[in-house]
């Protein structure tokens, strides 16, 4: 039931935007409708923490440890993005970069957007999964490309033939699973629930499902943005308005994995061999190191954090390939901690680039004189990302790095190198642009507050002291992905 | 019909699917693009039909209905109304290396084939030759999105792959369940939508559907 509230909020909360449009209380509405996912959300973890795994509406949902706590991150991060979304999207409206068709068709789709990410997760059907992903990224496209400036255009347009190919690829993936499946389950919409896939997944033909890896893998791997297929992620973090970027960048590629790693633990019971561990080291690691490179080179501000996401994203595949306990641990605790640190750094870069009305690094200076918080902020939001102790990045990061030393020490460098560079990269950058006097080209703002705090925050006490419940559930998640 | 004659006659329509798929690589015309995706759609759809009738998997029937008024009526239908309000139904795109396009296609082709052997002797279905041929339009669809520089042919290739796509569910496994196709479909109708706004936002803000023209975003050096 709390399922279904959790579900049918955002849907609805879509279509009622959609009509009410441009008015002044559109935003208020919005905020409403993620609060109230969210506290679905919160009601939901609290039945799943109580009674362990469920699966409800004749098996179509399911809900367990690996995907509760990732819907109750993606709709808190949507709920505070939706708050931050209130100022920041004003602030858009009264300068004249969003018409009044654009603010109706943003509000309406961010919801669209939301219920595409909670189905994904709570789906128990992969071929839902899929389709799910896929309305996803229908939904974000044209909010890419809301600005209508030729950069917007380019990068939508980029991100709607990469991801739709993307994705089509691994809906091969999917038909041969489903292949693979019915010779073992029979014919019929059972043979693609998750829940009686992975109960007989050692009985699943290794030979099949292994070509359906490789689909799925370069399929989802898109979309969570792994080099080499990445091209895609920077242009539409960057040119999409800031709230979607940090939905983006902190939800969207969070899913993605998602779908991937769930792929990754039939194919493993299948194969009974490492072999898509290994392939997801690979791209992992690829990631890490071209995401750090290209973080040097960056100009604008909001495409150098994308690279970030890259990089981040490209940690949290890697350790989910190598396996194990404390790697797996580390992955899932490197998706909450990333989503939560990502989400508000995008927060106070969309500020710091509205009081410079400009996004090039080099413009934007002395944030820390002019508006404090947006500076400390994005200070501190960097200090965690890079992986400075005591925020959450770190302990994630950490753990990570103990299981690459201990399963396997030559990798260890490499991810070293990665990690090093993206330090220095981030902090290169972030220093001018938060010290320094408050040059000509600023222009005072009404940011955003609570967001960013309550974020950082998070990202604190998660670095400081891990809550029982949450090691719980992560124990019982790697449990289920060993 | 015999269970013999239906595998041939599906045999044929996928070779059918296979030659539109070159086709489609190769046509200049915007007309010419369009009239190759309808027949290639009227092809999935009564292929679909023969292998929904041999095997008594009558959900089948309903996703034929599907392909046929989604992709042999409803998109051509839009495409055809977007090529007319963009004055572009009667453009010719210039092609380089027509040849080694079509020598690469062949090799993608030799190449689904070799992919899909190992699935090809497992399976049991009257329709597993034909997997070969879902994937080998899948990956000439792909090839079409590389080659192409303009925005509708673009679509027309992304459209042609999923095509493949539906192609190989029915091949493989006589189709995927009815709500995961459902969904399919609703996602590219979806899409449609879309890309035909893009169309619109393309055309008012370049001047013309030439992606060629969208290269303002990379890295500097």
């Known amino acids: ?482 | 019909m015999s269970i013999n004659l239906a595998a041939q006659v599906n045999s044929i329509m996928a070779a059918l699917i296979l030659l539109t798929s070159f086709g489609l690589l190769v046509q200049r015309r915007m007309y010419g693009l369009l009239h190759l995706f309808a027949w290639q759609g009227l092809f999935l759809s009564v292929s679909t039909a023969i292998v929904g009738y041999v095997s008594g998997a009558h959900h089948l029937y309903i996703s034929s209905i599907l392909t046929l008024t989604l992709k042999v009526v409803l998109i051509p239908y839009i495409l055809h109304f977007l090529m007319r309000q963009l004055h572009i139904h009667k453009e010719v795109e210039q092609l380089v290396n027509v040849p080694t396009t079509m020598l690469i296609g062949i090799a993608l082709v030799i190449f689904s084939y070799y992919l899909t052997a190992p699935i090809r002797e497992l399976s049991t279905l009257v329709t597993r030759s034909t997997l070969a041929v879902a994937l080998a339009t899948v990956m000439l669809g792909l090839l079409m999105m590389i080659t192409r520089r303009h925005a509708v042919t673009q679509i027309i290739g992304f459209l042609a792959l999923e095509n493949g796509l539906f192609f190989a569910a029915t091949s493989a496994t006589y189709g995927m369940p009815l709500v995961v196709e459902l969904g399919v479909a609703l996602d590219i109708l979806i899409a449609a939508f879309i890309f035909g706004i893009f169309f619109f936002q393309i055309r008012t803000t370049f001047d013309s559907l030439d992606v060629e023209q969208m290269t303002q975003l990379k890295e500097e050096d």
């Not at chain 1, 960048?249 to 019971?269: H, T």
């Not at chain 1, 996401?309 to 909450?336: K, N, V």
Request: glycine share 10%.
């Open chain 1, 1 to 482: 039931m709390t399922l279904l509230i959790l579900l049918s909020v955002s849907f609805i909360a879509a279509v009622v935007l959609a009509f009410v449009g441009d008015r002044k209380f559109a935003h208020e509405i919005n905020i409403l409708g993620s609060a109230a996912t969210f506290i679905a959300g919160i009601g939901l973890a609290i039945e799943v923490y109580m009674n362990g795994p469920m699966v409800a509406g004749g098996k179509f949902f399911f809900v367990d440890a690996f995907n509760v706590y990732l819907a109750v991150l993606t709709s808190f991060v949507s709920m505070t993005t939706a708050v931050f979304s209130r100022r920041y999207m004003r602030w858009e409206r009264e300068h004249g970069r969003v018409g009044h068709w654009g603010m109706r068709f943003y509000h309406a789709m961010f919801q669209l957007f939301i219920f595409a990410m909670l189905l994904a997760l709570l789906t128990n059907n992969v071929g839902v999964l899929w389709i799910a992903m896929e309305l996803a990224t229908l939904s974000t496209v044209l909010l890419v490309s809301l600005y209508r400036t030729p950069t917007a255009i380019e990068a939508a347009w980029k991100y709607f033939i990469l991801c739709g190919v993307g994705i089509a690829l691994a809906l091969f993936g999917t038909v041969l699973l489903y292949f693979a499946a019915e010779k073992v389950l029979g014919e019929g919409g059972e043979a693609l629930l998750w829940t009686n896939l992975s109960q007989v997944s050692d009985k699943l033909e290794p030979t099949v499902l292994s070509l359906a890896f490789v689909f799925l893998m370069v399929g989802y791997g898109t979309k969570v943005g792994l080099a080499p297929l990445h091209n895609w992620l920077p242009d539409a973090h960057s040119e999409g308005p800031t709230p979607i970027s940090a939905v983006l960048s902190g939800l969207l590629l969070n899913i993605a994995l998602y779908a991937l790693v769930r792929c990754k633990v039939l194919v493993d019971g299948a194969t009974g061999t490492h072999q898509a561990g290994y392939i997801m080291m690979g791209f992992g690691l690829l990631s890490i190191l071209v995401a750090a490179f290209s973080l040097l080179r960056q100009k604008d501000i909001k495409r150098m954090f994308a690279y970030s996401s890259i990089e981040h994203m490209g940690i949290a595949t890697f350790a989910f390939g190598l396996g194990g306990q404390i790697a797996t641990f580390g992955a899932l605790l490197h998706m909450l901690v990333h989503s939560l640190t990502k989400s508000s750094i995008f927060f106070t870069a969309g500020h710091a680039s509205q009081m410079h009305r400009t996004q090039e690094m080099d413009k934007i200076k002395g944030l820390l004189r002019g508006n404090p918080l947006v500076g400390w902020g994005l200070m501190f939001g960097v200090m965690a990302i890079v992986g400075m102790p005591p925020f959450g990045v770190f302990v994630s990061e950490f753990l990570i790095l103990t299981a690459t030393m201990k399963d396997a020490p030559l990798l260890t460098p490499l991810l070293l190198i990665g990690l090093g560079v993206a330090f220095a990269a981030l902090f290169r950058r972030v220093q001018p642009m938060v010290a320094g006097i408050i040059p000509a080209n600023q222009h005072p703002l009404k940011a955003a507050h609570i967001p960013v705090i309550l974020h950082m925050a998070l990202v604190l006490i998660i670095g400081l002291y891990m809550p029982s419940f949450l090691a719980e559930w992560f124990h019982t998640a790697v449990e289920l992905l060993k």
